[in-house]
Every structure is written in structure tokens, then in C-alpha cells.
């Protein structure tokens, strides 16, 4: 089993910075892919950003050139800095992880909300 502890969320004005860090403990050594996703109200939830654990980095184009993703492979972190915040970043942002067997589900941490005001 895998858990995963987010921290970081908050409120923030437009045009502001926050950085989300996602705390990983457990069966860490089957982890592939780590990564943000975000759910706004009635909304789906959506990939922001993912991170292999060889470093390689995909992001949602709404959020390139604004956002970072980076991983700590020693530390079992992966984190989110995002600058230049838009109200319509606005959303609960969950971790994600991907085993390397397919056949294992994702796992996912508990969310973190993210509100920018305008």
C-alpha cells in the first residue's frame, strides 16, 4: 500500500505563487508516475502535471509556462510550484501515483484546495 499526505493549498490572489508537496510512505519502490490533478466544482477531474521517476515531465496546456513539477526520488516527494495563478486554477488538487504493475490501481492522496481570488 501506498499513502500520500498533500499540503500546501490555500487562498492567493491572482497573479500569485503556491507550491503543493505531496508526501509519499509506503510501497514506494513500485512507483512510476507521480503527479497534480485538480477538480473544480462540477467539473471533471483533470491532469495538471506528472513526473516519471526518471525525471521526464507532461503538462496540461492551460498550465505550461506557469507551472513546475518536481520530484524528490530520495526524500519520496513530488511537488507543485505554480506561479502566475488564475482564478480559473481555482480547484482541489489531488496527488497521484502510478504503480509500475498496470494491473494495480492508482492511488491518490486526499486533495488540497487551491482558491485564487481575482
Known amino acids: 500500500q501506498l499513502q500520500l499526505v498533500e499540503s500546501g493549498g490555500g487562498l492567493v490572489q491572482a497573479g500569485g505563487s503556491l507550491r503543493l508537496s505531496c508526501a509519499a510512505s509506503?510501497?514506494?519502490?513500485?512507483?512510476?508516475?507521480m503527479g497534480w490533478y485538480r477538480q473544480a466544482p462540477g467539473k471533471q477531474r483533470e491532469l495538471v502535471a506528472r513526473?516519471?521517476?526518471?525525471?521526464?515531465?507532461n503538462y496540461a496546456d492551460s498550465v505550461k509556462g506557469r507551472f513546475t513539477i518536481s520530484r524528490d526520488n530520495a526524500k519520496n516527494m513530488v511537488y507543485l510550484q505554480m506561479n502566475s495563478l488564475k482564478p480559473e486554477d481555482t480547484a482541489a488538487y489531488y496527488c497521484?501515483?502510478?504503480?509500475?504493475?498496470?494491473?494495480?490501481?492508482?492511488?491518490w492522496g486526499q486533495g488540497t484546495q487551491v482558491t485564487v481570488s481575482s
Open positions: 509506503g510501497s514506494i519502490f513500485r512507483i512510476n508516475t
Open positions: 497521484n501515483a502510478e504503480s509500475t504493475n498496470l494491473l494495480v490501481p492508482p492511488y
Open positions: 513526473v516519471t521517476k526518471g525525471g521526464s515531465t
